[in-house]
């Protein structure tokens, strides 16, 4: 249900009003009255170089600030997201559960981008490292992160920031969001099995039964569609490129 609900706020949010100053005004007024041959009172003159370099300013700080306000609350309602699709987890035999967090964080990596959705998935990361229970079965802790599965977890940033940038390219390089999708997936199983080795004392042909094989078919499944609603929720939300 949660689900629902969040793709209808998507869905149907638009964009913000954004209010412009015109800061050409007092300059034009001080040229009228140049040209009418008047001279500008001090005053008016000293006023009107304050506002523009107020407004220069404040146009300067902006062009420097990297993430809006709006951009922040993005990261944090998919880092939510990612929290709630966590808890739908099947166990399986050898420990490693099969959950929809790898498709969430495919989601916010198609919807946000590389640089964002790396934020998201930061976040649902420092809040189950503190010990929140916003991993899997509603679990949370340090633990977790040098645990079998733990390597999942680790690589998840460096996942969706992989596929972000295959869907930021995908028109200026031609395959580049399939291969990214592709890529950020290995990524994640490669750092998985990798920990699940060293922390279980098996071996990789094992690692691979256990983290692998079993979850190829559904991992080919969350993809594709994390990526067909993650394109179209993107065109949607304000503030993105399409």
């Not at 420092?126 to 079998?148: E, H, I, Q, T, Y």
């Not at 998985?192 to 078919?217: D, N, R, W």
Request: glycine share 10%.
């Amino acid at each position: 249900m949660y689900i629902f609900l969040f793709l209808f706020f998507i869905s149907n949010c638009k964009p913000f009003c954004n209010s412009q100053v015109d800061a050409t005004a007092p300059v034009c007024h001080t040229g009228r009255m140049a040209a009418l041959g008047q001279t500008p009172a001090p005053e008016a003159a000293s006023i009107g170089g304050a506002f523009i370099m107020s407004q220069t300013t404040q146009a300067v700080s902006a062009s420097k600030s990297k993430f809006s306000v709006r951009d922040i609350c993005y990261a944090g309602l998919f880092a939510a997201v990612i929290a709630v699709m966590a808890q739908i987890s099947i166990p399986m035999p050898l420990g490693v559960p099969m959950t929809m967090q790898t498709f969430a964080i495919t989601l916010a990596a198609v919807v946000l981008g590389s640089k964002l959705s790396a934020i998201a998935t930061l976040v649902y990361l420092a809040l189950g490292a503190v010990g929140v229970p916003v991993l899997a079965n509603f679990s949370g802790g340090f633990d977790k992160f040098v645990g079998p599965t733990g390597g999942f977890l680790i690589s998840f940033p460096l996942m969706a920031y992989i596929i972000g940038l295959g869907v930021e390219h995908r028109s200026a390089i031609k395959g580049a969001f399939v291969t990214a999708v592709v890529v950020g997936t290995l990524v994640n199983y490669v750092v998985g099995v990798a920990l699940f080795v060293v922390v279980a004392h098996s071996t990789i042909a094992v690692g691979i039964s256990a983290c692998v094989l079993p979850f190829i078919p559904t991992a080919i499944l969350k993809a594709v569609l994390a990526c067909a609603i993650g394109l179209n929720l993107r065109k949607r939300i304000p503030g993105l490129k399409a």
